[in-house]
Nanobody
């Protein structure tokens, strides 16, 4: 199983980035997908989730700025990040989960500068 995240980079505060995570080796449409992030010195936290049913959930800190979506035909989950803030700087990880099985990608770095 592989989860390949991309789209991170350096962006100025107020800017936008779109993360993508392509998943190989599982039946993607059967898995709940999510994005997590981990900033230096902090615990990994849930950013946004999109279960198989399609309803989404977000951390309070990103509500109204980030949008998670999935394309089951492309085995891909996305995270559109707008109005980025300095505190959004972190490594972003995609996650796939079904019952007791869960898988992580390697992460992609997002750095927001002032």
């Amino acid at each position: 199983v592989q989860l390949q995240a991309s789209g991170g980079g350096l962006v100025q505060a107020g800017g936008s980035l779109r993360l993508s995570c392509v998943v190989f080796g599982i039946i993607f449409r059967l898995y709940d997908m999510a994005w997590y992030r981990q900033a230096p010195g902090k615990q990994r936290e849930l950013v946004a989730g999109i279960p198989t049913g399609g309803s989404t959930n977000y951390a309070d800190s990103v509500k109204g700025r980030f949008t998670i979506s999935r394309d089951n035909a492309k085995n891909t989950v996305y995270l559109q990040m707008n109005s980025l803030k300095l505190e959004d700087t972190a490594v972003y990880y995609c996650h796939a989960m079904k019952f007791k099985a869960d898988f992580w990608g390697r992460g992609t770095q997002v750095t927001v500068s002032s």
